[in-house]
């Protein structure tokens, strides 16, 4: 069983920046995928973000140059910087985490419970 709580969402102006975290716990960690996802009420969840178990990470063109994901493995937290935020970028993030060696693209199996992101005047 693994366990992931996001946080460090909230509001914020276009233009500013937010950093989400996501504490996971339950197992050794060192060999999993973890990605962040994104869904707006009414509408299908997307991916914004990936890092694998090497570091190696992907994103989205809708936040590339803009969003950065990092992990910290002795913390055994992952971290998404939003900078230059957007007000289509409100809507709930999700951390997620997949057993997966070399690369982060998969069907996760592991979902944290979202945290609200908000980008307004």
């Known amino acids: 069983q693994v366990q992931l709580v996001e946080s460090g969402g909230g509001l914020v102006q276009p233009g500013g920046s937010l950093r989400l975290s996501c504490a996971a716990s339950?197992?050794?960690?060192?060999?999993?995928?973890f990605g962040w996802f994104r869904q707006v009420s009414g509408k299908e969840r997307e991916w914004v973000s990936c890092?694998?178990?090497?570091?190696?990470?992907h994103y989205a063109d809708f936040v590339k140059g803009r969003f950065t994901t990092s992990r910290d493995d002795a913390t055994d937290t992952v971290y998404l910087q939003m900078d230059s935020l957007k007000p289509e970028d409100t809507a709930v993030y999700y951390c997620?985490?997949?057993?997966?060696?070399?690369?982060?693209?998969?069907?996760?199996?592991?979902w944290g419970q979202g945290t609200q992101v908000t980008v307004s005047s």
């Open positions: 997620a985490t997949v057993l997966l060696l070399n690369s982060c693209h998969a069907a996760y199996g592991y």
């Open positions: 890092i694998n178990n090497a570091g190696s990470t």
């Open positions: 339950g197992r050794n960690l060192d060999y999993y995928a």
